[in-house]
């Protein structure tokens, strides 16, 4: 979101001018079709959010990204920084689904500046977050083995200090520092609800129409929703 506040070159500008979603997918999610002046700049304007966010935070913290966009920029991300470390979150793939299109409705209500579809949108974002998703899974492979760790978002919720010491273990980094924040973070977490989406007989059959792949990735069963 940061680099839509400074550049044009921005999947996200998408929130705006819904129509654009699947060219702005292969320009700014992919780095396709983009000429040469569009990728100095996309790359001009990233390293400058990162470099800003490290002098922010202090150059001894390492920064953590969590961004989306990033799923389908792994080779790019490891030509920029070779010992980049990578978290998986794998989750019910439905879940995400849901949570998704959730989240669209009221991106869209609130920003899009021209008239859509619903159901328009409903097949770009499908075709976003399959190709997203298959182009990770791929992607991935190039990842040292020991910069990647994957984990599961119910493991998460519901161990989340011993999937914390999980992650730190499996990338070579030391909790010490970092475990006495834990606790407190996690207190001021109580009492969250977490938005409870019901899934309808047609969300389920359409995740399997379109995320079995997802489900035999993360060994998850197609009868869990």
């Known amino acids: ?21 699947p060219l702005l997918f292969e320009k700014y999610m992919r780095l396709r079709s983009l000429s040469s002046q569009e990728w100095s700049e996309w790359r001009q304007s990233y390293l400058f959010i990162l470099k800003q966010s490290t002098y922010l935070h202090g150059d001894s913290k390492p920064l953590l990204l969590k961004s989306p966009t990033n799923l389908t920029r792994t080779r790019v991300l490891l030509e920029m920084f070779p010992q980049a470390k990578f978290i998986e979150i794998l ?41 997203s998703m298959q182009q990770w899974l791929e ?15 119910e493991d998460l919720v519901s161990q989340p200090v011993q999937t914390l010491e999980h992650i730190y ?48 990735a993360g060994r998850y069963s197609l009868s869990e929703h």
């Open 91 to 131: 989750r019910n793939p439905l879940r995400i689904w849901l949570s998704l299109l959730n989240m669209q409705k009221v991106l869209l209500r609130l920003h899009a500046l021209e008239d859509y579809r619903w159901e328009e949108i409903v097949e770009a974002k499908r075709q976003v977050f399959v190709v």
């Open 169 to 216: 273990e499996a990338l070579g980094l030391s909790p010490q520092k970092a475990r006495p924040r834990w606790q407190p973070y996690l207190q001021s977490l109580q009492g969250y609800q977490a938005n409870h989406l019901t899934a309808s007989p047609a969300d389920l059959a359409f995740a399997r129409q379109h995320f079995e792949f997802l489900y035999d």
């Open 139 to 153: 992607e991935k492979k190039l990842i040292p083995p020991e910069n990647l760790v994957s984990v599961r978002y």
């Open 1 to 21: 979101l940061a680099l839509a506040t400074i550049s044009p070159h921005s999947y996200y500008t998408y929130w705006f001018f819904p129509s654009r979603i």
